[in-house]
């Protein structure tokens, strides 16, 4: 179980009513059309809780313990001490306020203390300029470019930074 708290908000493993409860709200920055199905979200999380050992997702908890986004710690590599991060937050009322980029330093911070990592990776699609910002802000360095990959057809950005 992971419990990790900083000045705004906390990162903690879900349960499966915290799961749902976070995609009820949830709403994709350029895609209008998502709807909720609780089937697939909790094939979601029995599949999070299967890959907790080496691919742990947390729920990203506000001070008043809503539960606001995600954030997954994913292709541990312990031999190579690296690991990938990915986030989102549910919808437009929690971005742009700084939720992201605390939510990545508490994951930095835990990944070199905790799993006792050094690097870490994170693809960010080039047409989301906050998620850009986020790492920036973060400490990661933009260092490589995949043309056309990302789902939209935008470039895959690869981000890296030292613990």
Request: include cysteine; charged fraction near 30%.
């Amino acid at each position: 179980m992971i419990e990790i708290h900083g000045k705004s908000l906390s990162l903690r493993t879900m349960t499966q009513k915290e799961m749902r409860a976070l995609w009820r709200k949830y709403v994709p920055e350029g895609d209008k059309n998502f709807v909720y199905n609780e089937e697939a979200v909790d094939k979601m999380y029995e599949l999070s809780v299967e890959r907790e050992e080496w691919n742990p997702t947390v729920g990203i908890f506000s001070k008043t313990d809503e539960v606001i986004g995600l954030l997954t710690f994913g292709r541990i590599v312990y031999s190579e001490l690296r690991c990938e991060i990915s986030l989102f937050l549910a919808n437009e009322s929690y971005r742009g306020k700084g939720l992201g980029t605390e939510a990545v330093m508490l994951a930095k911070k835990y990944a070199k203390e905790k799993l006792g990592l050094k690097r870490m990776y994170a693809d960010v699609s080039e047409s989301n300029a906050r998620m850009r910002a986020v790492m920036k802000k973060c400490g990661f360095l933009h260092t490589k470019t995949f043309k056309g990959e990302m789902p939209d057809g935008s470039d895959r950005l690869v981000y890296f930074a030292l613990l």
